[in-house]
């Protein structure tokens, strides 16, 4: 049974309530931000059994009486803080917001890296190119810039990539040891952070991270940092490339990469795997797939990343409907031989095998 969106029940006056909260959404979002980063959130929650009166929060936050009162009202309007007898509480969602590791890495990821460039989402979708991306440097993909972004939005970039997926890797490393494999070409596999554990997890293998030049430079630091050299290899390539992967290892792992990329770029790429692949070998494919969410928050967030990659990522990629998916990987001659649901936060893992020739896409 797959996840969906069930209608829901609501009076006119509830929905109209519902549209104004989506209408004021980026104003409600800022105040929470400054709210969070001038530390009042953090002074509420240290403060839950007596609350803080008005004129209490100004002095321990040394801010204006008008910044303040803007501040609390907006989030007393949204729920976020509680008043009572003069005295403000953190409400639940507030407690959420301040210290849930989740919330806080999908909103500096929506502050930091899409908020300014997500104004120009309509250009990026009529033009197929990241058109909110020029806030941070003139690129095609943010890719290649990802070492180089400014110091904020690359530790929100990088903060929220390895939230979803580091939550995935242990229990994804426990299905790879039961395949019996000893080589693994870990493909999109950024600063090394997969293959870093892989290595110390399933300590006969011998891995080799691919990625961008740029990727691979941070993936070798990181490597030696680990003094982990003998074990895992890297190899710099743009997989949209002429140049073809590197053969003769039993597992292609790929994870959070296909997202990256365009249908025929990802038909394009899944091809270019199965030709570097031995028929023993098995293609392990991690990705959040909205509609295998036990959870309509984890179906919210995912469906919610896929605008990021159409503004800053690429202009052209986003996060799977199973069939999506499915389909991209039939086409390619691979055969699905199992998914494994529910992984960390709710990754599935794709396992897949070579069956036949592959005589170009079916
Ligand atoms: C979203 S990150 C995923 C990183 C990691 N595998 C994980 O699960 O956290 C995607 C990775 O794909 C790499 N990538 C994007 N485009 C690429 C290309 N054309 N060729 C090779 N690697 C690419 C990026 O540099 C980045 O490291």
Not at 19 to 44: S, T
Request: with cysteine.
């Amino acid at each position: 049974m797959y996840f969906n969106f069930k209608p829901k029940e609501k009076s006119a006056l509830d929905a109209q309530h519902e549209a104004q909260k989506i209408a004021f959404a980026p104003i409600i979002f800022q105040c929470v931000r400054v709210l969070k980063e001038w530390g009042i959130l953090k002074l509420l929650y240290e403060n839950d059994k007596s609350g803080l009166s008005h004129e209490e929060i100004c002095q321990e936050s040394q801010k204006s009486v008008y910044s303040i009162s803007l501040l609390l009202e907006s989030a007393l309007s949204a729920d976020i803080v509680e008043l009572k007898n003069d005295r403000y509480f953190l409400s639940k969602v507030g407690y959420f917001l301040q210290n849930d590791p989740m919330t806080v890495s999908n909103f500096d990821f929506n502050h930091y890296v899409n908020y300014l460039g997500m104004y120009h989402l309509d250009e990026a979708m009529e033009q197929g190119k990241p058109a909110g991306l020029k806030y941070f440097g003139d690129w095609q993909t943010i890719y290649p810039a990802l070492s180089k972004l400014p110091s904020k939005v690359k530790e929100s970039w990088f903060a929220f990539d390895h939230f979803y997926s580091d939550g995935a890797f242990e229990a994804a490393l426990k299905i790879l040891k039961t395949l019996n494999h000893k080589t693994v070409l870990d493909i999109g596999g950024n600063t090394g952070k997969f293959s870093l554990l892989c290595a110390k997890t399933l300590k006969d293998s011998t891995i080799c991270v691919a990625d961008l030049p740029e990727q691979i430079e941070s993936a070798q630091i990181n490597i030696k940092k680990a003094l982990l050299q003998k074990q895992i290899t890297t190899f710099a390539i743009d997989i949209l490339s002429s140049l073809p992967l590197p053969r003769g290892y039993n597992i292609v792992w790929m994870s959070q990469f296909l997202d990256c990329f365009s249908e025929e770029d990802i038909l394009k790429i899944l091809t270019k795997v199965y030709e570097s692949l031995e028929y023993d070998s098995r293609v392990c494919i991690l990705e959040p797939i909205w509609d295998r969410q036990r959870l309509e928050t984890s179906a919210f967030c995912i469906i919610n990343t896929s605008p990021y990659f159409t503004a800053i990522a690429n202009g052209k990629s986003r996060m799977f409907k199973w069939d999506n998916l499915k389909n991209l990987i039939e086409k390619s001659s691979l055969e699905i031989e199992c998914v494994h649901d529910n992984l960390g936060f709710g990754h599935s893992l794709i396992i897949c095998k070579k069956i036949k020739e592959n005589n170009g896409n079916k």
